[in-house]
């Protein structure tokens, strides 16, 4: 079965980091994808971690924990463009699928 | 540059009416396109995986007489929504496999009335 858990909003102020977090539970677990939706778009591609540790991108971090079914999306150095939907999602090995968790809404505070 | 395309971005019915959704891959040849829907703030759910020149596979609860998808070329599925109701209003959006992610078309908003 899959069971991907986030929280549902987080606020934070400009220029400020914030990290969101993501537990799964899933079978034929390959990796992670984190993405960001921007309201009434389709979703853009952050990050994906298959291996244990810490990916940087910029301002945008992705960490994975594959014994712990454990992930967290790191941004640092918050814009007011970063307020958006972040979702992380599971992918399986054995079909390609991807199983969503149900979206982080990061609101940024000026 | 876009990889993936919908059309049409957006479309307005009557309850009834059926609705043809079409996704293309711009940049290369996809086998496997996958097809979501997302309601209001809610996260994407699968709701078919489109094989070309074969049946689709539908997810638990998803009906394939009612969302009736084709697979014909290497570029381009079509997801038809048969008889729409107002239930069925939702954002529909297409991927497909590439290298390390799944590329995501820009959706289609569709209200039926």
């Known amino acids: 079965g899959q069971n991907i858990d986030q929280p549902t909003e987080m606020t934070a102020t400009e220029g400020a980091i914030v990290q969101i977090n993501c537990t799964y539970q899933t079978s034929g677990f390959n990796g992670l994808f984190w993405y960001q939706q921007h309201a009434g778009e389709a979703p853009t591609f952050l990050s994906y971690n298959v291996l244990d540790g810490l990916e940087e991108k910029g301002r945008f971090s992705s960490f994975l924990s594959r014994s712990k079914g454990y992930s967290y999306l790191l941004l640092k150095e918050l814009q007011m463009k970063d307020s958006a939907s972040y979702l992380c999602?599971?992918?399986?090995?054995?079909?390609?699928?991807?199983?969503f968790g149900a979206g982080t809404t990061v609101t940024v505070r000026a | 540059g876009a990889v993936v395309s919908q059309h049409p971005s957006r479309v307005i019915c009557k309850s009834g009416t059926s609705v043809k959704i079409e996704c293309r891959s711009l940049d290369f040849q996809a086998t496997t396109m996958f097809w979501y829907r997302q309601f209001p703030k809610q996260s994407l759910m699968l709701m078919a995986t489109?094989?070309?020149?074969?049946?689709?596979?539908?997810e638990q609860g998803v009906e394939k007489d009612k969302f009736l998808i084709n697979h014909a070329s290497l570029t381009l599925s079509t997801l038809t929504v048969t008889s729409a109701h107002p239930e069925d209003s939702s954002f529909y959006i297409c991927?497909?496999?590439?290298?390390?992610?799944?590329?995501f078309g820009p959706g289609t908003r569709l209200l039926v009335l």
């Open positions: 991927s497909l496999e590439g290298q390390e992610t799944q590329y």
């Open positions: 999602a599971a992918h399986r090995s054995n079909d390609y699928k991807l199983s």
């Open positions: 489109s094989n070309e020149g074969s049946k689709a596979t539908y």
